[in-house]
């Protein structure tokens, strides 16, 4: 009874038409979620997840018997000096907790005000309860981990990845007797490693500048005969075609590459490390992106090819494996159609399987799948978003003013008609795409009666090297017609008033939103930029986080800066941006508010205290966000708001 209520909630798709119908308050939309980072034990008789007693608390770990899921939890706790980011199991006794507080350090002789992540470890008793809890690797110069395989053919260790505050990773093998850890790779500014299935280092990669054909990265493998690291391949910025290896098959000399050499969108080869034969392509066709190779995690199969991910308008998967291919084909006949199902957590033998659902009306729903076939539901991340108040989302594509298709997704209120007021939403990178799916920020729009449109502008990835390339060096110029040409769009369809449309964005689309208040003809009648980089000249200094990938992006960066356009501001724009943020330094947004109100533009200014610059954020500061939002489009964007 139970699953047909939540499966009824889910699936409701009654068009409302009026406010009162949909409205949904915002106090539903800032709390932590009520569920989260749910994992089963290796031998499937517990679960652990992160969950809210209410939502005024913070995240606890919390632990079931899976036989007792309808008893309350027999274990609750919590890291005493951070807050709870994910739990994962290590063994069957044994529970992973990162938890992130905040950290003030020096680096460059400068103070710098962040915060770090904690890695804690928890033993628990027959009642789940802890017997032994201790912090591993708690140094000052240590900011973030993960669990980077639980290498399930050692069940007595784990492989963590350990990042420092100059962004060098290392890997620690974690002894789950002694919890001793010991180092087994060492990392560099410009080198990171990738591991295979198993957990080994398959592949070292190296960052290099200059040359004849400019930066670039190199790619050595190991010898399967001899063991020794050998130089096979190059990808250079300039150019960003080539191969990138995705996984490891079980004999250890044949790699999955992806290739984009000579074509628009990448596909799947083989690779053998022996030979340096490169195979034709074994999977990818036009007008989809591959990206990644599944392999299996069950001992029986361990590291069989399972299927391939691939992207067109949303995250695809092919299953290739009979069994995988089977049990996915169950799991999406018994939950909502539409939505997208994943196996986040199995046990060894398979009979216990965590499944997380989302969709573009469901930020995420739990359901423990026992024996193949006893499906019960766990939890609604955010219980009080009811789906069938929410909109759809569906993708577009439009022109651009030099003839290029620009790929976007188009969200529309659920009351009201059109023109509706509208918001333009670049997503942040810029090398990075919208998908499909759960976007909290488009949904709290559409519910507050905005139509949204994501254009995928030129320089998004993901789209193919076309779109892609389009963007290098066109930061504020064609980049920004992409946007501009987007909101023309939205009126020459119906959809939207030209006097009624507004842009918002984040980190680069922050920076677009900063670009569209001092550009000429603007066709948006406010801006909101989210930590925005307002100089583009200290691209290459101040960006703080990931220098490897800083550097390799660094050439294709160009054009306007809109702090040295101050004067030709000329619609109202809302700026904010968090006291900690380090990819994106906060003196950004506080130069160009300075100097914007020096020019007498019309400008806000909201400094979010303890906020970084990449979720997950804290209730306080999504609280922060959306009811600034909220009030700003509809009270102070152009003449009377929006």
């Known amino acids: 009874m139970g699953l047909a209520l939540a499966l009824a909630l889910i699936s409701g798709t009654a068009l409302a038409t009026t406010q009162e119908d949909v409205w949904i ?38 632990v079931w018997n899976t036989t007792e899921l309808h008893a309350e939890p027999s274990g609750r706790f919590a890291p005493k000096d951070a807050k709870a980011l994910f739990v994962t199991w290590l063994s069957n006794k044994t529970l992973a907790v990162v938890g992130r507080q905040k950290f003030d350090f020096r680096t460059g002789g400068k103070p710098t005000r962040w915060f770090r992540d904690l890695l804690y470890i928890y033993a628990l008793g027959p009642d789940n309860e802890v017997v032994r809890e201790l912090r591993l690797l708690d140094k000052e110069e240590v900011i973030a981990f993960d669990v980077e395989n639980r290498l399930r053919l050692k069940p007595d260790k784990a492989l963590l990845s350990v990042i420092s505050t100059e962004f060098i990773t290392d890997l620690y093998e974690l002894d789950l007797n002694s919890f001793r850890t010991q180092r087994v790779y060492r990392g560099s500014p410009k080198a990171a490693a990738i591991t295979n299935f198993r957990g080994e280092v398959m592949a070292k990669t190296e960052f290099e500048g200059g040359g004849e054909r400019g930066p670039h990265i190199r790619y050595s493998y190991r010898h399967p005969e001899t063991g020794k690291w050998e130089h096979h391949h190059s990808l250079y910025a300039k150019e960003r075609e080539g191969l990138t290896p995705v996984a490891q098959d079980r004999d250890g000399r044949t790699l999955y590459m992806l290739d984009n050499t000579g074509r628009d969108k990448s596909v799947l080869r083989k690779y053998d ?10 999977f990818g066709e036009p007008g989809f992106e591959v990206s990644d190779v599944m392999q299996s995690q069950l001992p029986d199969s361990y590291g069989e090819v399972t299927g391939f ?34 196996i986040v957590s199995r046990s060894d033998d398979g009979n216990q399987q965590v499944i997380r659902s989302t969709g573009d009306r469901e930020a995420g729903s739990y359901y423990l799948l026992s024996n193949g076939k006893e499906l019960m539901p766990l939890g609604r991340a955010y219980p009080h978003l009811d789906p069938a108040k929410l909109s759809d989302m569906r993708y577009v594509e439009y022109a651009a003013r030099d003839g290029l298709t620009v790929p976007g997704y188009l969200t529309l209120p659920r009351y009201g008609e059109a023109p509706y007021p509208a ?18 920020w488009v949904q709290f729009l559409a519910n507050r009666g905005y139509a949204v449109l994501q254009p995928n502008y030129r320089g998004s990835s993901g789209f193919g090297q076309k779109l892609w390339r389009a963007g290098d060096r066109e930061w504020g110029q064609k980049m920004q017609d992409d946007k501009d040409d987007g909101a023309a769009w939205l009126v020459d369809q119906g959809i939207a008033h030209a006097d009624r ?6 980190s680069y689309g922050g920076y677009a939103a900063m670009a569209a208040a001092v550009r000429p003809n603007s066709p948006f009648q406010c801006a909101i930029a989210g930590a925005g980089l307002s100089e583009l000249r200290t691209f290459d200094k101040i960006t703080f986080e990931n220098p490897f990938t800083r550097e390799y992006q660094n050439p294709t960066v160009a054009g306007l800066s809109p702090l040295d356009h101050v004067k030709s501001a000329n619609i109202p724009i809302y700026l904010f941006h968090g006291d900690r943020d380090q990819r994106v330094p906060v003196d950004q947004s506080r130069k160009f508010h300075r100097a914007l109100r020096r020019a007498g533009a019309a400008v806000e200014y909201n400094e979010i205290i303890d906020l970084w610059h990449s979720l997950p954020w804290w209730p306080t500061h999504h609280m922060s966000l959306f009811e600034n939002l909220e009030d700003y489009l509809a009270n102070r964007c152009g003449p009377g708001g929006l």
Do not use: C
């Open 309 to 342: 991910v691939y992207a067109d308008d949303r995250v695809r998967r092919k299953w290739v494996h009979p069994q995988w291919k089977s049990l996915y084909e169950m799991v999406e006949s018994a939950l909502p159609a539409g939505q997208t199902h994943l």
């Open 25 to 62: 308050p915002l106090q539903a939309w800032v709390h932590d979620p009520v569920i989260a980072s749910v994992d089963v034990s290796p031998d499937g008789k517990r679960l652990a997840a992160l969950t809210l007693r209410n939502v005024n608390e913070a995240a606890q770990v919390t």
């Open 273 to 282: 490390l022996a030979t340096r034969e490169l195979s034709e392509p074994i």
């Open 501 to 506: 449309i507004a842009i918002f964005g984040y």
């Open 423 to 440: 918001v333009v939403l670049p997503h942040g990178g810029p090398w990075a795409r919208d998908y499909w799916g759960w976007d909290a």
